[in-house]
């Protein structure tokens, strides 16, 4: 592996390790605040933006351009407003843990999505990585119900749809990256999620308890925003711009490990065998589903 293509592994490494300590930083805020989940991705991508505009103009992005702007747009306020609005509802109910370990799935789910659409054709090594990713999913949900907070399946559900919606953004974002620039069309999209979050939460009073959150559950919101917003999403570029998507998407089981450990660190939260099992099938999953066989 040239040095290059290290870097970039690297940084996905780092991006999904810094995506599942957000997973665990909202898990805690839900739990201590229970923060509005839409004005939590409101904050979350207000700050990300601010942070990522500046960087983006630093390095002469391509920007998207003509009617792309309204594509790019529509697929901002689906990822950075609707599916973060459902993470945060999803944590609000299940364990870090447990929503990182769905998330996880995201790899297969987009080859799901892309055979769905006719993008990517669904092989049988392929699918066979999928059901063994879903199993393992399934299998450590369900085994670890013991020790899941009340109604964790609910969370479990919307962050199973959540990662459909998310899917959805990778396999249409495509054609618009490839007309602008990894991060040109990022920023774009995330600014215009993060003015829909703010619209919506002002309108409903989503803003109304934010006197009561302390001190510490700020720094908590602020560091989702640097570590779980524009540091992720950067690296996140940075590596697609190094190596391949498989590699990238790859690391996703990362998220899990870290957001697990954070949570039990934070708020005490469980970790069991079945948490283990179930990212060893997901990183076995992806890994089957992405690699060709000899």
Known sequence: MENNERNGLVAALVSSALGGCAGGLTRYVNVAAHFDPIALA?????????????????VRSRWPSGRDWAGVAALGILFFSIFFVLYNVALAHTSAARGSLALSTLPLAT?????LIGVEALTRRKTIGVLIAIGGVALALSAGLATA???????????VGATLLMAVYSVWSRRFVSRSSPLGFLTAGMGFG?????????????????PAVTLEQWCAVVAIAVLGGAASFYLWV?????????????????NPVSASLL??????????????????AVGTGIWIASTAGK
Do not use: K
């Not at 700050?47 to 103009?57: H, S």
């Not at 907070?149 to 962050?159: Q, S």
């Open 111 to 115: 080859m799901l999505v892309g055979a």
């Open 42 to 58: 409101a904050f979350r991508f207000g700050i990300a933006f601010v942070i990522m505009l500046p960087i983006a103009l630093a």
């Open 149 to 159: 907070p009340p109604g964790a399946w609910r969370g479990d559900l919307v962050m």
């Open 194 to 210: 993060a003015a829909a979050s703010i619209l919506i939460a002002w309108e409903r009073g989503g803003f109304d308890a934010m």
């Open 263 to 280: 949570a039990a660190f934070l708020i005490g939260e469980p970790l069991g065998l079945s948490l283990v099992l179930g990212i060893v």
């Open 238 to 254: 940075y590596a697609l711009e190094r190596t391949t998507p498989t590699r990238v998407t790859n690391t996703m089981t990362i």
